[in-house]
């Protein structure tokens, strides 16, 4: 199906509604422009379960990963300063 939409002065046009829900686009289009003309392609939102890397990280959101390695990198620094407290370190 082909349609028509009116472009503003502004460069604005409407994506008709039907289109909009039918391929979930809300607030943002990526534009790829090539030698047949644009394609419009709506932005995956960070809510969306598009990542490809969600099953590595098991689900885990990035707070929860950022946490992890924080408390990781506590016990690390306090390994370290016992051992700077002995005289020696070990990496």
Same mark, same amino acid.
């Given at each position: 199906?082909?349609? &028509?939409v009116?472009?503003t002065?502004?460069?604005?046009a409407?994506?008709? +509604?039907?289109?909009r829900?039918?391929?979930?686009?809300k607030? +943002?289009v990526?534009?790829?422009? #090539?030698?047949? /003309?644009?394609?419009?392609?709506?932005?995956p939102?960070p809510? #969306? #379960?598009?990542?490809?890397?969600k099953? &590595?990280?098991? /689900?885990?959101?990035?707070?929860?990963?950022l946490?992890e390695?924080?408390?990781? =990198?506590? +016990?690390?620094? =306090?390994?370290?300063?016992?051992?700077?407290?002995?005289?020696?370190i070990?990496?």
């Amino acid at each position: 199906m082909v349609e &028509i939409v009116s472009v503003t002065r502004k460069g604005q046009a409407t994506i008709p +509604k039907r289109l909009r829900e039918k391929y979930g686009i809300k607030r +943002k289009v990526l534009i790829e422009e #090539d030698e047949r /003309g644009i394609l419009l392609r709506p932005v995956p939102s960070p809510s #969306d #379960d598009l990542g490809s890397l969600k099953p &590595i990280f098991k /689900g885990k959101t990035s707070r929860e990963l950022l946490e992890e390695a924080r408390k990781e =990198e506590f +016990k690390r620094e =306090e390994g370290l300063m016992k051992h700077v407290g002995e005289g020696s370190i070990r990496l």
